[in-house]
């Protein structure tokens, strides 16, 4: 299966500011998926991002908040824009295979 | 909203016991419920999936077992062991879509 390097692995953040999180995957995938976790939550799918088209969000995201890029088949990063408090949760992307997703590891994300 | 109904959110079995994890999904584009296994500080990892061509897949300890009509699926580990002590999640693809929706998670703590 694929393997998936996320980071960073956790981060403190001011309010007000922005984080960058980037994956990077070791194999090329058509689609790359950023979910979030609060604490102790279930997975929530933010976006998914295509290679070459602007990332398609759910219901509840906007770009403007968590603008995302997919440079290329292997790569993509999640901004978390003006962040606040609410924002501190577990970041992941994940790739579909043919089993179903392969997770990163996750950013943890503390917004103070 | 489509959901994903999960029960019981916390379970506690003895070591050896059988831990049982139930999900109930609406309605799907195609059929194919995975669950997956998340350690702390770690991202969700599959565990075993079922094609419910089939009503029950069996790996090792771990069985799913699928009841079609009902619309429900659950996850069976037999003779736990402390080291199954994290959270599952079921995960169902939504109606119409490529997408899963996420059950959410039961915390399993198996006593030594």
């Known amino acids: 299966s694929a393997v998936i390097s996320q980071k960073p692995s956790r981060d403190i953040c001011q309010r007000g500011t922005s984080l960058t999180i980037q994956c990077q995957v070791d194999s090329q995938v058509t689609m790359m998926f950023w979910y979030r976790q609060q604490p102790g939550q279930s997975l929530t799918l933010i976006a998914t991002a295509n290679q070459g088209s602007e990332a398609t969000y759910e219901s509840g995201f906007v770009i403007d908040k968590f603008p995302i890029s997919r440079p290329n088949l292997t790569f993509s990063t999640l901004t978390v824009s003006n962040m606040s408090p609410e924002d501190s949760s577990i970041y992941l992307c994940s790739v579909e295979e043919g089993d179903g997703y392969t997770f990163g590891s996750g950013t943890r994300l503390t917004v103070v | 909203q489509q959901q994903v109904k999960q029960s019981p959110q916390s379970l506690i079995v003895q070591k050896g016991g059988i831990s049982i994890i139930n999900c109930a999904y609406e309605?799907?584009?195609?059929?194919?419920f995975p669950w997956y296994q998340q350690f702390p500080g770690k991202g969700p990892a599959l565990l075993i999936a079922i094609r419910p061509d089939v009503s029950e897949k069996k790996e090792g300890r771990f069985t799913i077992s699928f009841n079609k009509s009902a619309k429900q699926f659950s996850l069976h580990i037999m003779d736990s062991q402390p080291g199954d002590s994290a959270t599952y999640f079921c995960a169902a693809p939504t109606s119409g879509t490529y997408k899963y929706i996420f059950g959410t998670g039961t915390r399993l703590k198996v006593l030594a």
């Open positions: 309605n799907t584009a195609f059929d194919y």
